[in-house]
């Protein structure tokens, strides 16, 4: 089974701060993690991905993620918030054992103030 | 030429109708998704096929019905629903098992 927790499900940053949107995530199986970014009416586009590779996942748009192993997390993270980083964002676990299934968490909306 | 391709992008029906969603994939890949996302709940996977072939249902009323003529296409149609149906039906497409989703726009659907 798989599973994952995204804390808060409303994160709100000034222009410039520091982004940290956190993800835990739980796997019977060395997992693969994911965040996705959501704009309003649009699907779903990857920001970034670790497959067991490097634990410092460098994205898109500057975004960048850890992955943790003995914390069984993977926080997504920006050095300084832009205002078209407002989105919501999605984390996702993929274990072996579960063919073809994402499960995603809730998500957290961030919202950037000027 | 986006990755994923869905239409109709808005679509609104009663009880009654019957509907199809459409979705498209321009990336050569094996496996293509059904996804309900509804406000304030998780994204709910529906349907997965793997090179044509369904390999899960999540316990998905019947008035669901997924189609996959190719590997290409993947259609969902719908008939007799309830406005508790009312959400964004995404497609994805993937490589393989656990390669990553690439998401179309989704179709907002609202049943009245």
């Known amino acids: 089974a798989q599973s994952v927790t995204q804390l808060g499900s409303h994160v709100s940053v000034s222009e410039g701060a520091l982004v940290l949107l956190r993800c835990n995530y739980s796997?019977?199986?060395?997992?693969?993690l994911f965040w996705y970014v959501q704009y309003p009416n649009q699907g779903l586009q990857l920001l970034l991905k670790?497959?067991?590779?490097?634990?410092l996942v460098k994205g898109i748009n500057g975004f960048e993620a850890e992955f943790k192993k003995s914390e069984t997390s993977f926080h997504l993270t920006k050095p300084s918030a832009h205002m078209s980083d407002a989105a919501e964002y999605f984390c996702?676990?993929?274990?072996?054992?579960?063919?073809?299934?994402?499960?995603f968490g809730k998500g957290t909306l961030l919202t950037v103030n000027p | 030429e986006t990755g994923v391709t869905q239409t109709p992008r808005h679509l609104v029906m009663g009880m009654t109708n019957k509907k199809s969603l459409k979705c498209e994939q321009h990336?050569?890949?094996?496996?293509m998704y059904w996804y309900k996302q509804s406000a304030k709940k998780p994204l709910e996977l529906m349907f997965v096929?793997?090179?044509?072939?369904?390999?899960e249902n999540n316990s998905v009323p019947s008035r669901f019905s997924p189609e996959c003529p190719n590997s290409s296409h993947l259609f969902l149609h719908l008939h007799t629903l309830q406005p508790e149906d009312s959400a964004l039906y995404l497609c994805?497409?993937?490589?393989?098992?656990?390669?990553?989703?690439?998401f179309g726009q989704g179709t907002r659907l609202t049943v009245v």
């Open positions: 796997s019977s199986v060395p997992p693969y």
């Open positions: 996702a676990v993929s274990g072996a054992g579960s063919n073809y299934k994402l499960t």
């Open positions: 096929y793997s090179l044509e072939e369904r390999v």
């Open positions: 990336l050569g890949h094996n496996a």
């Open positions: 994805a497409s993937s490589q393989d098992s656990r390669g990553s989703a690439f």
């Open positions: 670790y497959t067991s590779a490097a634990t």
